[in-house]
């Protein structure tokens, strides 16, 4: 079974320029989510899909921050304009809705955006 | 106080000890509680999932859940040169709810 698929795997860019992040998820997988990591920290959710439908966007900064998920597949994530603190790994994961009790997260190797 | 507490790190141990490490949590609502393991430049890998109170064993790898104390641990036995990684504890309240994740505590074992 493939994996999460991200890209690219690294950016660098000044702040206030803009960045886009792609995920392809595991087929079949109808939920999919955005985590950010910062260095020494545990991921933190940036939002949360089920198909093309957003469940939860509660921490996203929404003034800065949009993701789309056309199709229900795959994801893109961006970020206009940049800002110092949003250095960090960008971290997709999804996960089947089957089962009462759910099933584990999966997640792709993230894009490491560093901000000058 | 942060919902999600891992014990800081970083810890180092010989090959072949038993490591265990551990998280407490403060909302009693979480019922569903991971362990991932992440090396270096790479994501999350999923390594125990388990759901409510008790013990799961796979392998050298036993988690533990303690929702009274609320408390989890993953026990390491005979560990490993390949173990070394950052472990970080994870847990959500529903099915398909978010993650919360403790800070993580890096660990090397050494030859």
């Known amino acids: 079974e493939a994996g999460v698929a991200q890209s690219p795997r690294y950016k660098i860019i000044e702040k206030r320029q803009s960045v886009a992040f792609w995920c392809n998820p595991i087929s079949g997988h109808a939920t999919l989510y955005w985590y950010q990591q910062i260095l020494g920290q545990g991921p933190k959710l940036l939002i949360q899909?089920?198909?093309?439908?957003?469940?939860?966007d509660s921490q996203l900064p929404k003034d800065r921050f949009s993701a789309e998920r056309l199709k229900g597949v795959d994801s893109t994530l961006k970020i206009q304009p940049a800002k110092l603190e949003d250095s960090a790994v960008y971290l997709c994961?999804?996960?089947?809705?089957?089962?009462?009790?759910?099933?584990?997260?999966?997640f792709g190797d993230g894009t490491r955006l560093s901000i000058l | 106080q942060k919902e999600v507490e891992q014990d800081p790190g970083p810890l180092s141990v010989p090959e072949g000890a038993i490591v265990s490490l551990n998280c407490t949590y403060s909302?009693?609502?979480?019922?569903?509680f991971m362990w991932y393991r992440q090396y270096s430049r790479k994501g999350p890998e999923l390594l125990m999932y388990t759901y409510s109170s008790g013990n799961k064993e796979d392998g050298r790898f036993t988690a533990q859940v303690d929702k009274s104390s609320k408390y989890i641990s993953l026990f390491i036995r005979d560990s490993q040169p390949s173990d070394s990684a950052t472990y970080l504890c994870a847990m959500r309240t529903g099915a398909n709810s978010k993650l919360t994740f403790g800070k993580g505590i890096t660990l090397s074992v050494r030859p």
């Open positions: 899909f089920q198909n093309n439908g957003v469940v939860d």
């Open positions: 994961a999804s996960s089947q809705t089957t089962g009462a009790r759910g099933q584990p997260q999966h």
């Open positions: 909302n009693s609502a979480f019922q569903y």
